[in-house]
């Protein structure tokens, strides 16, 4: 039988993390054990799996944050040498790293994406990183982005909202910022990992009124995108995704399909291959034959089946059946 190869892959960089998020444990990851980031793969490392998994055109490069990777650059002027897309999801603390990078990538003509992570306005959103600054310095990222955007830079630049019971009020504040300043805007429900995140067993609850309230502010997001456009098939799907995410948080109705161990997969710093970065369940490394890494249709089956896996509503690793 013909195996479906993936197209799309998330890689973390890193997990060394400069910020200290109330909803996510990554950073603690090195302070626990230091001597773990001594297992980081090397760039050659990396550079080779690109080229063995020639069906992905397509990561999403996370962390931590990706711009403490000492080859965050040279990853990234691989993957565009060698014709693949990318965005880079970072904290947006490390201003002038981070403008440097968009200026020296600012030579190649195809387009890539930044997607900085602002989970309020303010004080909120430094509250949620630990970190006082964090939304000044996400800001100031912005806005050196959009300059060097203007300039002629080739990026396609965007925010990225988490929903949680610590932000659940700031999700229209947050999508009135991207339109303000013309730029992508994605969010997502909180999610849990016991081995990415390692958050599972500080799992938080929506109360009913936050859940009319979040629900309110996607309605009003929702008409707010239709209104003036003709609504289109991508438009109508977006749409129908974020309700899909409502109702699967609220009431643990999946009406999505996962593509995780079809066409995507989790590429973790010390080379290990999952299906996503949720369903601890590791399928290979990077020394392995993708051949033999994307062949157990045991777990395929598992992850098919809704029953099993119903363990996140996830924007990248799931496609909507409501539309
Ligand atoms: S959510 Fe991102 S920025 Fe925050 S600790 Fe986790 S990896 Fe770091
Ligand atoms: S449903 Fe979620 S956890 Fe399960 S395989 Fe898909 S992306 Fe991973």
Same mark, same amino acid.
């Given at each position: ?53 020639? %069906? ?50 600012? %030579? ?39 300059? %060097? ?17 610590? +932000? ?50 996607? +309605? ?104």
């Amino acid at each position: 039988m013909q195996l479906l190869m993936p197209t799309s892959c998330a890689f973390a960089i890193t997990y060394k993390c400069n910020s200290r998020c109330t909803m996510c444990n990554i950073w603690q990851k090195y302070e626990k054990d230091p001597q773990a980031y001594q297992k980081e793969i090397r760039s050659d490392q990396f550079f080779a799996f690109v080229k063995k998994w020639q %069906t992905i055109t397509s990561y999403n490069i996370v962390g931590g944050e990706p711009f403490l990777s000492p080859y965050i650059e040279d990853a990234a002027l691989f993957l565009l040498s060698n014709g693949k897309n990318f965005t880079v999801t970072t904290n947006g603390v490390l201003s002038s790293k981070i403008t440097d990078f968009v200026t020296k990538l600012s %030579t190649f003509p195809q387009q890539y994406g930044i997607s900085i992570s602002l989970d309020a306005i303010g004080e909120i959103h430094d509250k949620m990183r630990g970190r006082r600054k964090s939304y000044e310095r996400a800001m100031q990222t912005l806005k050196n982005l959009i300059q %060097t955007k203007e300039n002629g830079s080739n990026i396609r630049l965007s925010i990225h909202f988490t929903l949680s019971p610590l +932000n659940y009020s700031q999700l229209w504040q947050v999508y009135e910022l991207t339109k303000e300043l013309k730029l992508g805007f994605r969010f997502n429900f909180m999610a849990y990992s016991d081995f990415y995140f390692e958050n599972k067993d500080t799992r938080m609850k929506f109360t009913e009124t936050q859940f009319n309230i979040i629900e309110n502010q996607i +309605n009003k997001i929702i008409s707010d995108e239709r209104n003036g456009k003709n609504t289109n098939d991508k438009l109508e799907k977006r749409h129908a995704h974020f309700r899909a995410m409502l109702a699967y948080e609220k009431n643990q109705v999946k009406n999505m399909l996962c593509t995780a161990y079809t066409t995507h997969m989790y590429l973790d710093p010390y080379g290990a291959i999952y299906p996503c970065c949720f369903l601890n369940k590791k399928v290979g490394t990077i020394d392995d034959p993708p051949e033999v890494v994307w062949a157990n249709e045991e777990l395929k089956e598992f992850i098919k089946c809704d029953c099993k896996c119903n363990i996140c509503p996830h924007w990248f690793e799931s496609v909507c059946l409501m539309s």
